[in-house]
């Protein structure tokens, strides 16, 4: 008997601890959440409910506050806790969720949460922290991988009343460094030289008076860095051959290597000769043994840039004053060589003078197109649309100036307009505008033309067979009817001669109509 009381009171407790070990509510799975719902719906409704009992998704609903820091450490799972679509303030202290794991290779990825929170419950104040800091970092979310390996990720928010955390497990299976090591700018102190990031080795020669060179330069690739001491910096310089190594490591470790080699000069260098002249107006025929030259400008020219372009990179270059007056001018380019030996090259510039030639327009206006203008262009190539005129507004320099315009009618390709202008003195000078237009096309379509003249010598030929056929068809005689004449009626000779006056008288008159006489 004993024995039997024993099996009821097992079964009794397996049963009940079967109805407690889910909830009463299906929509929850964790029997300890929907015990914290059932404490705070009781709580807030003024009502007393039992935790077997069933309260319904209706009523849930209104649900506005969920406190939980009762069940610390005991909760795991929240699903159902999204269809408490009334809260309004939620505290789940103390309980730690699985968020699952994370696996990156080579790129950034989201931070997804698996939290079954209510959309209207809004996480703030998000902080990270992780097991491996050195693994990947993390800003809103984002995590970016940093070195190979693995770390446990720890999340902590607020909740509108309370806080949650959540714990992730996060791989870094691979990483996608950058293997850029180039630079992006590269320059010496002192010493010239054409930079270019694919290009590893450069040379420059300097005066015997520079000892010392300062490096400056930038990577690309803003995670590449320099290798240490052979990055920018100040190199001492010994006469002779100098070389300069600028290392450059990627984010994946793999070097560049950038050489500058750098001539120190001894000091005895005695070239002091021009290769070339630069103008920024005027021509000469340069010759680096010829040292005068003679050119005129015009009259709005009233200082030119000159550059002389030394033999040697240790020769220094001076130019004298380049600003001109009206008439003729002196400029002087001196070339010291490294040993100070001089040489002068000599420009001899003519200005001209306003006064003298006052035929020169100051803008040249069209309207609907533009032209690059220049007082001293005196061509111009323009092509335009359909126009047969254009309208042309010339600006001259001079308010006594006068132009004349001709060959601006029925415009078509390879028409030229001129435009002469003339200043008081009569002296003219003449710009010239080249038209080219698009004309219009007649299209033929080819392929009717040959239908049309294949249609044609049919029908010349149909025409001379028919001809031809007709000459040859012997003549069709026409029958003709025979015409019944009417057969010639019988006369009846009367006397109707008047014997009296010898008058003819119709047939049948029985008196003549001259005299009266019977017949």
Wanted: aromatic letters at 8%; proline letters at 3%.
């Amino acid at each position: 008997m004993k024995k039997v009381l024993k099996y009821l009171v097992l079964s009794f407790l397996f049963v009940a601890g079967n109805v407690y070990a889910s909830p009463a509510n299906d929509m929850f799975i964790d029997d300890n959440l929907y015990k914290c719902v059932v404490d705070n719906y009781n709580v807030e409704k003024g009502t007393s409910y039992k935790y077997t009992d069933v309260i319904y998704q209706a009523d849930l609903n209104s649900l506005t506050k969920l406190d939980c820091s009762k069940y610390s450490g005991s909760i795991d799972n929240l699903t159902g806790l999204n269809k408490l679509i009334g809260l309004t303030s939620l505290n789940l202290s103390g309980n730690t969720f699985i968020g699952g794991s994370l696996t990156l290779n080579k790129s950034n990825a989201s931070l997804k949460s698996n939290l079954n929170l209510p959309s209207q419950i809004k996480l703030s104040n998000v902080t990270y922290t992780m097991s491996t800091p050195n693994i990947v970092s993390i800003k809103n979310g984002i995590v970016t991988p940093l070195n190979i390996g693995s770390t446990k990720v720890t999340m902590i928010a607020n909740t509108n009343g309370g806080s949650v955390k959540e714990e992730y497990l996060v791989t870094v299976s691979s990483l996608n460094r950058s293997n850029n090591n180039k630079l992006a700018s590269l320059y010496l102190s002192q010493g010239e030289f054409k930079f270019d990031s694919d290009t590893l080795s450069y040379s420059t020669i300097v005066d015997n008076s520079i000892n010392k060179v300062t490096v400056t330069a930038k990577v690309l690739d803003p995670k590449a860095k320099f290798v240490t001491n052979y990055g920018p910096r100040e190199v001492t310089l010994k006469e002779g051959n100098n070389n300069i190594e600028i290392k450059v490591m990627a984010e994946n470790g793999d070097v560049k290597t950038y050489t500058i080699l750098v001539m120190r000069s001894n000091g005895n260098d005695t070239n002091n000769r021009l290769i070339n002249i630069e103008l920024s107006t005027g021509n000469i025929n340069f010759s680096p043994d010829v040292y005068i030259y003679s050119f005129t400008v015009a009259s709005n020219v009233d200082e030119l840039v000159v550059k002389g372009v030394s033999e040697s990179p240790l020769s220094k270059v001076e130019v004298s004053d380049t600003k001109l007056r009206v008439g003729e001018n002196k400029i002087t380019i001196t070339v010291t060589s490294e040993s100070h030996d001089k040489k002068e090259y000599q420009l001899i510039v003519t200005r001209e003078d306003y006064d003298s030639l006052d035929n020169y327009l100051s803008a040249l206006n069209i309207e609907g197109y533009s032209v690059n203008f220049n007082r001293n262009t005196f061509s111009y190539n323009l092509k335009i649309n359909n126009e047969k005129t254009l309208k042309i507004v010339p600006v001259v320099e001079k308010n006594d100036a006068t132009y004349t315009i001709t060959g601006n009618t029925n415009l078509k390709n390879n028409s030229v307009i001129k435009i002469y202008v003339s200043d008081k003195e009569g002296s003219t000078r003449t710009y010239v505008i080249n038209i080219s237009k698009d004309e219009p096309k007649i299209s033929i379509d080819y392929r009717l033309v040959i239908v049309f003249s294949e249609f044609l010598i049919i029908f010349i030929l149909v025409i001379i067979l028919i001809s031809k056929n007709n000459k040859n068809r012997p003549k069709r005689v026409r029958k003709v009817r025979p015409v019944n004449m009417p057969k010639k009626a019988k006369v009846k000779v009367t006397n109707n001669v008047c014997k009296n006056c010898g008058t003819v008288n119709d047939i049948g008159s029985t008196k003549c109509y001259i005299c009266g006489n019977n017949l």
